[in-house]
Structures are given as C-alpha cells and as structure tokens.
C-alpha cells in the first residue's frame, strides 16, 4: 500500500518476511525459534523472516495474521485501517 511493502511470502506461506515496528521485530526474533532477521537485502531494522511450519496451528495462525496486519494498518490510508474489526485491537 502506498508503494510500501510490509510483506513477502511465498505460493505456500511457508516462508514469510514481514515489516513490524522494530522493538517487537526484535522480540519476535528474540522470543521465537522460527523467526530471524531478514537477509537478502531486506534486513533493515524492523523485518523479520519466519518460517510456518507443516500443520500450524490455529493459535499460530493468529499470531502470523496479528503480525501481518500489525504493519498493514501502519502504511494503509485511515479509511482502510477502519475497515480492521475492533475486537482485533488494532484499531
């Protein structure tokens, strides 16, 4: 959005690098054995690479979709940002 970019993934979603605010990049890469700091020319402060394993479960998902929609709703204009469901505490 906006020509920024806040994720890459691949065909599966096996494979994601996302932009997050980069104290809790720094966390997730500290506190998670799947994540590490994003190569490839990405490894700016901020990005993180996680790898989603085979079969993750529901409370995983979550997490990866709060992480994803975490740096949407920071580059996305305010009248798509109040499209993001209140329960989710993004708002």
Do not use: Y
């Not at 996302?18 to 500290?30: F, I, N, T, Y």
């Amino acid at each position: 959005m906006r020509g920024k970019n806040f994720v890459f993934s691949d065909a599966a979603a096996e494979h994601l690098s996302l932009k997050l605010p980069r104290e809790e990049a720094e966390a997730v890469v500290a506190t998670d054995s799947a994540a590490e700091p994003t190569g490839c020319g990405l490894g700016r402060p901020g990005w993180g690479s996680l790898t989603v394993e085979h079969g993750a479960s529901d409370e995983r998902w979550q997490q990866i979709n709060e992480w994803v929609r975490t740096p949407c709703t920071l580059v996305a204009p305010r009248s798509l940002t109040r499209l993001v469901p209140a329960d989710d505490g993004l708002q």
